[in-house]
């Protein structure tokens, strides 16, 4: 068992895990920590030892400017060297490692028995077969490739295949709307789209293909040079027959097929589309595949080359094309998931992202390849078809690591107990959460009946733009608070600002940043280097700006308090509330929108709004309705407000800027309202209380 809690607060890990980890003590922590700031060459280049290179840098390992005052920021690690990401995921494990009959991943669909399992030769195999495809149909080295699939093992396949051919993956989730797909389609000018044709999500049927149609229609109309979408039969697997007669589930890769062939499943009663079809620019994935050679030379790429472009929400409204390279991304990572996971090779991980956001890209694809890990690809939801759902999974794969962000602890936390204890769950060593802080209620609660007080909780705090985890605990090294992020991890070297931009010593409060680059942070905005000056670097000259607010208490531990512009964290997905408030005014009877967050039970944040009316519109349900499915549409379902207030007027300052910080306690019915000399109209604040939704808090 792990040691009780000391009076201090702190947890730590049971004696049996720290005899096996790779950072087994505070002091050891601290050791390499010192070194990885102090010697940042030679520290990874330790790490970069263990991958293969085609190439050695010819220049120095590190280079970079983080002050705007003195010229372009800039970030390289490693130039001149050539590498491929995907050789070294996949042809290094199989052919140096004899990795090629370790499973790779456990594919979980959405209904339980529907299930699947592929190994590292198999992928390999699939990989190089979809890179020969992508190249037959004319996409090369720094073209990019659009993907809009659901968590299906096609969707590691595609990404792979794209850096295995040196071309830029943009992965969208497939939660997001047409638009929303069609912008980052155009923003990057992608070549060609990767999508499937339909899939459930918990009871819920999604009609991918026919969003994707919505969405290629609109970039149509804006002169696109998208010509081709390639399409993988997902729900329509059932209807394929597979030549060799192992399983008829899916075209392009065999199931486990024992329960489907024994007893009819939930997902083959189920109600399969039509798929829309266009045979000018459709293209079945298993028809390409059928003749595509297993063998493929990968293009070998600058350690600085482009790898891929993930789309965060700005804090403009527009979407920020994120730009990370092949060499730093691969380190930073393989280091990342080896050290915080404290991975060995007989795990099994389960990390419950989609792959459409920066964990999935980087702790479900390619910090778990990296390290020839084994994984579980979860299609479905942690509630369906029951709340235990997640809990048998585990017992199922005899998970070891398990990782997952708050907003789905706190919806578990609600059913009680009795669904967790059902399962046994006594493979579990290592815990984590991801996406947002964690509240000390929830944390104790996954420590201790999840957990059952044997598993550290690994806080991790990162972002889109870091690449991985930048300030967190390591399981067997760190005493750890609830709630807390604890320490940096290595390379990463974190201060705390006042407004004025100057450093606070020990226990403060104030804006996150970091002072000098690790491997794994952005280089740019795609098509923008100006918004990434501007976004990251330009309010502080010299450092990289979080955007969040942090504190660090007395035993020099970090606690993130949330974000400071104007951005909400909604389940653990980042929303600006420029974007929701332009989707708001999109419709005819809306003149102005404000958004502010709000808290929420379940998912930390939610969405309060307030509306102001076209003279002679009136406010009423139907509205409600009408501007929600607006922002379902615009943005997609995450973004769907909880609240609508109808504000005749919004609180301004005399030059007429909206004051959200008085918006926000007027959403928590916070009469505490500071300094209100600057509101131009003061009665407009009263009538917004006396007319407030009636929240949950």
């Known amino acids: 068992m792990a040691l009780p809690p000391e009076r201090d607060g702190l947890f730590r890990a049971p004696q049996s895990l720290v005899l096996e980890a790779h950072v087994p003590s505070l002091a050891t922590y601290r050791e390499r920590y010192r070194r990885s700031v102090e010697e940042p060459d030679e520290f990874w280049d330790d790490i970069a030892k263990e991958f293969y290179w085609r190439n050695q840098h010819s220049g120095p390992f590190l280079k970079y400017n983080f002050d705007v005052t003195k010229g372009k920021i800039f970030i390289e690690w490693m130039k001149g060297a050539t590498t491929n990401i995907c050789y070294n995921l996949l042809d290094r494990n199989v052919n140096e490692k004899k990795l090629g009959d370790k499973i790779a991943f456990y594919w979980e669909g959405n209904e339980p028995g529907d299930s699947m399992k592929i190994s590292y030769s198999e992928?390999?195999?699939?990989?190089c077969q979809f890179a020969n495809v992508l190249r037959e149909q004319g996409v090369?080295?720094?073209?990019?490739?659009?993907?809009?699939?659901?968590?299906?093992?096609?969707?590691?396949?595609?990404?792979?295949?794209?850096?295995?051919?040196?071309?830029?993956?943009?992965?969208?989730f497939a939660g997001f709307s047409a638009d929303s797909l069609c912008e980052r389609i155009l923003d990057s000018n992608c070549s060609l789209l990767i999508t499937a044709d339909a899939f459930y999500r918990g009871d819920k049927l999604i009609n991918l293909k026919q969003i994707a149609d919505e969405a290629l229609?609109?970039?149509?109309?804006?002169?696109?040079?998208?010509?081709?979408?390639?399409?993988?039969k997902?729900?329509?697997?059932?209807?394929?027959?597979?030549?060799?007669?192992?399983?008829?589930?899916?075209?392009?890769?065999?199931?486990l097929c024992q329960d489907v062939q024994e007893k009819e499943t939930e997902s083959s009663k189920r109600f399969h589309p039509k798929t829309p079809w266009n045979s000018h620019v459709d293209l079945w994935w298993h028809e390409l595949m059928k003749n595509a050679s297993k063998e493929c030379e990968p293009e070998w790429c600058d350690a600085e080359d482009e790898l891929f472009i993930l789309y965060t929400s700005g804090s403009t409204g527009k979407p920020k094309g994120v730009v990370h390279t092949v060499g730093?991304?691969?380190?930073?990572?393989?280091?990342?998931?080896?050290?915080v996971f404290d991975h060995h090779p007989e795990d099994i991980y389960w990390c419950t992202a989609d792959i459409g956001w920066i964990t999935g890209h980087s702790y479900l694809t390619y910090g778990p390849l990296a390290n020839g890990a084994t994984s579980v690809l979860f299609e479905g939801l942690p509630i369906y078809p029951d709340v235990s759902r997640m809990w048998s999974i585990i017992d199922k794969y005899q998970v070891t690591k398990f990782y997952t962000a708050p907003t789905a602890i706190r919806l578990l936390m609600k059913y009680g107990n009795e669904p967790v204890k059902k399962y046994s769950r006594k493979s579990l060593k290592v815990l984590g959460t991801v996406g947002e802080p964690i509240n000390p209620e929830a944390w104790l609660w996954y420590y201790q009946v999840v957990g059952e007080e044997r598993c550290p909780i690994v806080d991790t705090f990162w972002q889109t733009e870091t690449g991985g985890h930048v300030l967190t605990p390591l399981p067997a090294a760190t005493p750890m608070k609830p709630g807390s992020a604890t320490f940096p991890f290595f390379g990463v070297v974190p201060a705390i600002l006042d407004e004025s931009g100057e450093e606070l010593e020990g226990e403060a409060e104030g804006y996150l940043v970091f002072k000098q680059p690790w491997p794994g942070i952005m280089r740019t905005v795609y098509g923008n280097h100006q918004r990434f000056e501007t976004t990251y670097f330009k309010k502080f000259p010299g450092y990289y700006v979080t955007g969040d607010g942090c504190k660090r208490d007395k035993d020099?531990?970090?606690?993130?308090?949330?974000?400071?512009?104007?951005?909400?964290?909604?389940?653990?997905?980042?929303?600006?509330?420029?974007?929701?408030?332009?989707?708001?005014?999109?419709?005819?009877?809306?003149?102005?929108?404000?958004?502010?967050?709000?808290?929420?039970?379940?998912?930390?944040?939610?969405?309060?709004?307030f509306v102001t009316l076209r003279d002679g519109q009136k406010f009423t349900t139907a509205l409600m309705d009408e501007l929600r499915k607006q922002v379902r549409e615009k943005i997609g379902p995450i973004a769907t407000p909880d609240?609508?207030?109808?504000?005749?007027?919004?609180?301004k300052t005399r030059s007429g800027k909206i004051m959200r910080r008085i918006l926000r306690k007027i959403a928590k019915n916070d009469q505490d309202l500071?300094?209100?000399?600057?509101?131009?109209?003061?009665?407009?604040?009263?009538?917004?209380?006396?007319?407030r939704c009636d929240t949950v808090l």
Request: hydrophobic residues 40%.
């Open 123 to 127: 992928l390999l195999h699939k990989v």
């Open 140 to 172: 090369k080295k720094g073209d990019r490739v659009s993907i809009y699939m659901p968590m299906i093992i096609e969707l590691v396949v595609a990404m792979l295949a794209c850096a295995r051919i040196g071309a830029l993956h943009s992965i969208v």
């Open 217 to 232: 229609e609109k970039c149509k109309d804006k002169d696109s040079p998208l010509k081709n979408c390639i399409v993988v």
């Open 234 to 255: 997902h729900l329509g697997r059932e209807e394929e027959l597979v030549s060799d007669g192992i399983c008829s589930k899916s075209p392009p890769l065999k199931r």
């Open 328 to 339: 730093g991304y691969m380190i930073f990572t393989a280091a990342t998931f080896k050290y």
């Open 556 to 609: 020099g531990y970090y606690w993130i308090t949330g974000r400071i512009d104007d951005m909400l964290n909604v389940s653990g997905h980042l929303l600006s509330t420029a974007e929701v408030e332009s989707a708001l005014v999109e419709h005819s009877s809306v003149s102005e929108a404000a958004v502010v967050s709000h808290p929420h039970p379940v998912k930390g944040e939610c969405l309060y709004c």
């Open 643 to 651: 609240y609508i207030q109808h504000a005749p007027g919004l609180p």
């Open 674 to 691: 500071g300094d209100t000399s600057t509101v131009a109209d003061p009665a407009v604040i009263n009538h917004l209380f006396s007319n």
